[in-house]
């Protein structure tokens, strides 16, 4: 299975153009993907529905979007009737695969006397996957400011993760009734999951090892049994390799978007790399294939 996760910067390239063609090509072949900053009904990007713009141009995917910023859009017409539309920015799953059950979190938010901080999210989808085994994938968008603001918000997903077995998906029991159900599924909440996106720090943060577990000068890195791995890493490259980012806050740029896998996926890791020649964005399509 083919995934890939890319923040797209709403469709802004480094040419500064607009172009979200060319962010759907940059994805093609993908089984799963997870997107960041996608946003619908702003101005800068001529009001265009990108989730909706997006999913046309990926017609073989079914697909979710979870909002983290949603404000007033609305038009009153000239006959009185209101055009309903939601200023948004969020996140997106898109899936060969039905997604089977989906949740969006919002997560912890500094609020901030002068430096700007948005609300972010992360959205969560489970699917099958081609070997019919149960996965959940969350694309990510932690904070921009710093490592300080996006503490709680790694807390919080780890949170998620822990819980998410334990809650099960949106009903559960045997005693459902039938008019609810409409005789669907409500879906299984596995326990291993994919952790895909923009995190907003580098390997040397903390917070990348309260993700995938402490360093160790004499043994390395220390994964726990219930933890993540970083597939990167885990498919042969460093830490401190690779490039998925440069903007005016990175000098140099750095790998900041990550694929962390619950640890009981990590023998299924075949492959992970980084795009570096797609141009669509300000970050770059980060790949990883899974024998699952």
């Known amino acids: 299975m083919l995934c890939v996760s890319y923040n797209i910067q709403y469709g802004t390239g480094r040419d500064g153009c607009v172009d979200l063609p060319r962010i759907a090509r940059s994805l093609a072949g993908a089984d799963l993907i997870a997107l960041q900053e996608v946003e619908r009904h702003a101005q800068r990007t001529g009001m265009v529905d990108q989730a909706e713009a997006l999913a046309g141009l990926l017609p073989g995917y079914h697909w979710v979007y979870g909002a983290g910023l949603d404000l007033h859009a609305d038009v009153l017409r000239a006959d009185g009737t209101v055009l309903q539309r939601r200023r948004q920015f969020g996140n997106m799953l898109l899936s060969r695969s039905p997604i089977l059950n989906a949740r969006n979190h919002l997560l912890p938010k500094m609020g901030t006397l002068r ?13 099958l996957t081609p070997l019919g085994r149960a996965l959940r994938v969350v694309s990510v968008h932690l904070s921009h400011l710093s490592d300080a603001d996006r503490e709680d918000q790694v807390l919080r997903l780890l949170a998620l ?18 008019d609810f159900s409409e005789s669907i599924d409500a879906g299984p909440m596995p326990r291993e999951a994919l952790l895909m996106g923009d995190f907003n720090f580098s390997a040397r943060s903390s917070l990348y090892a309260r993700i995938v577990g402490p360093w160790s000068p004499a043994y390395g890195r220390m994964n726990t049994r219930d933890g993540f791995v970083d597939t990167w890493v885990e498919a042969g490259h460093r830490e401190d390799e690779g490039i998925t980012c440069r903007n005016g806050s990175l000098e140099d740029g750095e790998r900041i978007d990550y694929c962390f896998a619950s640890t009981d996926l990590a023998s299924s890791l075949r492959r992970a790399w980084i ?13 990883v294939e899974l024998a699952v």
């Open 115 to 127: 430096q700007f901080s948005l609300q972010r999210s992360a959205l969560e989808g489970v699917i």
């Open 161 to 178: 993760h822990k819980g998410a077995y334990d809650e099960g998906p949106g009903w559960c029991g045997s005693t459902v009734k039938a």
């Open 275 to 287: 795009d570096s020649e797609a141009a669509g964005s300000d970050h770059q399509p980060i790949w």
